[in-house]
């Protein structure tokens, strides 16, 4: 089971600020992406999203290991 | 010098300046990025910031560290608003100081033109007929 | 809007950004040029400056009027200092606000580059062991 | 005669913030630039100088009538 928070249009897809997930033991975050794609596909129509893994931009091919801190963020659009 | 805030509450323009003020910059350019009253002539009525906190104060100080790498620097700060926000109210300050203007004007254009890239900070325009996450789609 | 002003008194910052601010501007920049305590490793005591005023005023108000037709800005402050300024003080300060950032930026820019370059100011550094009329000779 | 306003370290080159000297009628920037550095070699040594002619930047042919107001504007440093 992954928690993975929510920010900004994704809390509207989620319904909530929080989702827990079943993923397979240590997934990539490519994984993650394509169980997330296929659960909510919102996703797939955003101009792009990216997965934060302990409050840092992650690459596809990173792993995901217990007790980290998974975001999900949409484009972001500060200033 | 670096100073990076994220603020429920109305953002202090002066108080900004006054932290990276320093006898040896004899330059500083600062950005103010403000809510206006129209986006693409549809009449806004507010704007709801939000933000990934620990992230965002990281990404920021990533940004200082880039500008202290690429130019000549001095001090950093930058102060972004959360919450809900009207036309007027500021959403962002940002404030670079160095010895030479060159440096302060590109750091400070760096800064701002990279936050709205990496910073994790959302924000819903709220019009009169319906409300959008700006940026969210293509 | 422009606001140009010389002023033998201190200048005010808040009171310049308060000026520009315009609910159709999401984007102000300011540049504020402040007295170094160093100039090329000399310690510098007081500078004076001084103007021909009616002259400067014009050439300021060209620089406005030149931004204006190259930028979609709407709103330019340009105040500057006279007379006797120590380490610290603020020399000049400029506003540009607009509806868009890049253009407050590359004209607040435009504006400092230009006005160095022909607006009739001429400031005097007084150091320890003399004083030199600054960029007079080659 | 004609009256020369000075500013910056043109005033030191003048001993005074304004200098009357006497020109042939109704003469050219450049006739008048010639008479200065004649006058005040130093003038040579400037890294330039405009002349002022009512408060705009003249150029070299620009001709000067009785009542204009002329300043010599050394290099200006603002800022």
């Known amino acids: 089971m992954i928690r993975l928070l929510a920010f900004g249009i994704v809390k509207d897809f989620f319904h909530g600020s929080a989702l827990d997930i079943e993923l397979p033991k240590n997934p990539t975050v490519d994984i993650l992406k394509k169980e997330l794609n296929s659960l909510y596909p919102e996703m797939q129509k955003l101009a792009s999203y990216m997965i934060a893994v302990n409050n840092n931009y992650a690459s596809d091919g990173d792993i995901i290991y217990p007790g980290d801190e998974i975001a999900i963020i949409p484009p972001v659009s500060g200033g | 010098m670096t100073d990076v805030q994220l603020s ?3 953002l202090d323009i002066s108080s900004c300046i ?9 330059g500083m350019n600062v950005f103010i990025g403000t809510i206006r009253n129209k986006t693409q002539n549809r009449k806004v009525i507010r704007l709801e910031y ?6 965002a104060i990281k990404e920021m100080h990533k940004i200082a560290d880039d500008i202290f790498q690429k130019w000549d620097v ?3 700060v930058i102060h972004h608003r959360t919450g809900i926000l009207k036309t007027g109210d500021t959403a962002v300050v940002i404030v670079v100081s160095a010895p030479h203007r060159e440096a302060a004007f590109e750091a400070c254009r760096y800064a701002i033109d990279t936050l709205k890239q ?5 924000k819903k325009e709220v019009f009169e007929d319906g409300e959008v996450w700006v940026s969210a789609h293509a």
Do not use: F, L, R
């Open chain 2, 8 to 10: 429920s509450e109305p």
């Open chain 2, 18 to 26: 006054e932290k990276a003020t320093d006898p040896t910059c004899g």
């Open chain 2, 50 to 55: 939000e933000s990934y906190i620990p992230m």
């Open chain 2, 74 to 76: 001095k001090n950093i």
């Open chain 2, 118 to 122: 990496t910073v994790p900070i959302w």
